[in-house]
């Protein structure tokens, strides 16, 4: 059975930083590509970050320049780098898995940012 499991979230103020961990059980994870999703109160999900199998990686442009997305293979785990959070940052974040054809995800951690 696949599961992520994300981890790190909590709260924390405006300027300071967090690190997000998904572990991954149930999949080849060094296969999998690889995403952090957040979705805030009354809005869509969206895409944060994004690793590749390969390690190519790929950001919002929200988060540019403050978040730094990697993965360690060898511990089947994805991390999430944020520093100089925003208020705008607050949201549940969520960790995405896709391996061939199946898309999996994690039930989400709860970053605050207070102003």
């Known amino acids: 059975q696949v599961q992520l499991v994300e981890s790190g979230g909590g709260l924390v103020q405006a300027g300071g930083s967090l690190r997000l961990s998904c572990a991954a059980f149930?999949?080849?994870?060094?296969?999998?590509?690889m995403g952090w999703y957040r979705q805030a109160p009354g809005q869509q999900r969206e895409l944060v970050a994004s690793i590749t199998s390969g390690g190519s990686t790929n950001y919002a442009d929200s988060v540019k320049g403050r978040f730094t997305i990697s993965r360690d293979n060898a511990k089947s785990t994805m991390y999430l780098q944020m520093n100089s959070l925003k208020p705008e940052d607050t949201a549940v974040y969520y960790c995405n898995g896709h391996v061939i054809s199946m898309y999996y995800w994690g039930k989400g951690t709860l970053v605050t940012v207070s102003s």
């Open positions: 149930g999949i080849i994870f060094r296969i999998a590509d």
